[in-house]
């Protein structure tokens, strides 16, 4: 794009709230990038100053895939090789030969297919992308969002588009799935994905009719939390207030025995277990395992926030405590 690295101006305020209100489901929390490239979330309220900011490459935020009622407006595939984006493109192709329309954005690795949809549960948002995946048969994509239901914390996200990437310094922007962009300039763009187009209600619902029933997981028996007392290591009273298998099946879809793809790998084979006697998660494959503070230090690690011990267990403390 020539206006790459030139910060968007006149883009009209109802612009900047369209624009907010197709991407970002809720406004009480934010994920803002920070200069190494990793992402904090900060409590605070979302305003039209802000986005308007990130549009205008002065700070990059992210959006949370589900709002606080665990309800989303899209879903989002994000491939890391150039093998799964050109899949990603392909997808596109045939979606747009069955009139679903499907938007793709570049990224410093791959890129995104974002399909716009209207208001689903997250349990439903899921069971739909990952009946197209399976259909496609495009297995080693990322799928957004990544819980059915929010129990600890805001989730996962994704960068908001045509931020400017702290690390690169560049914004990136979205293309047709011959290459092209899908309009001349990052401000047309942007009023483009102002109002998407929605893939049609009809087409969400004959997916889900092929899609499994989301597995309802239930408290591990074995596990007792112990009573909270005033005193104890901030980390003994995290690994106390939930267990491993419910934090973990959080991010990871887990079957009845506990087992579940690996987030930290390209996984094929189930490499995830949970022993819920001892209370551990343990990755066959080499990625290491631990209680949930080990889980969520790897887990912010991949998602590109600072993975050492005390940031990760004030943000646990805050969503569990």
Not at 116 to 137: N, V, W
Not at 202 to 221: G, K, Q, S
Request: aromatic share 10%.
């Amino acid at each position: 794009m020539r206006h790459e690295r030139q910060a968007e101006s006149h883009l009209t305020p109802e612009s900047v709230r369209q624009f907010s209100s197709t991407f970002i489901p809720r406004s009480d929390m934010i994920p803002v990038q920070i200069s190494t490239g990793r992402y904090v979330s900060v409590k605070k309220q979302l305003t039209p100053t802000l986005v308007d900011a990130h549009l205008a490459g002065n700070i990059t935020l992210g959006a949370y895939a589900l709002s606080p009622d665990s309800t989303a407006k899209w879903i989002c595939l994000d491939a890391d090789t150039d093998e799964n984006w050109q899949k990603l493109r392909d997808l596109a192709w045939m979606l747009d030969l069955q009139s679903v329309p499907a938007y793709l954005e570049t990224s410093r690795r791959g890129g995104h297919l974002w399909l716009f949809t209207s208001p689903l549960s997250g349990t439903d948002a899921r069971r739909f992308g990952k009946q197209l995946l399976q259909d496609y048969k495009i297995p080693q994509v990322e799928l957004y969002p990544k819980q059915d239901v929010l129990v600890t914390g805001p989730g996962s996200f994704v960068r908001l588009p045509f931020g400017r990437h702290l690390l690169t310094g560049r914004r990136y922007h979205f293309v047709n799935p011959d290459g092209h962009p899908i309009a001349p300039t990052i401000r047309d763009q942007i009023r483009l994905l102002a109002t998407p187009l929605k893939a049609p209600r009809t087409f969400i619902d004959e997916t889900l009719t092929r899609a499994p029933e989301a597995n309802i997981l239930t408290p591990t028996p074995s596990f007792q939390p112990r009573t909270k007392v005033e005193g104890n290591l901030l980390s003994e009273r995290l690994k106390s207030s939930i267990s491993v298998r419910d934090f973990v099946s959080q991010y990871v879809e887990l079957d009845a025995q506990g087992r579940g793809y690996c987030p930290f790998h390209e996984d094929e084979h189930k490499s995830l277990g949970i022993n819920s006697d001892r209370n551990f998660w343990h990755c066959f494959a080499g990625c290491g395992g631990g209680s949930i503070i080990d889980f969520y230090m790897k887990w912010r690690e991949k998602a590109g926030e600072d993975p050492s011990f005390i940031p990760t267990i004030t943000a646990l403390a805050e969503m569990l405590l």
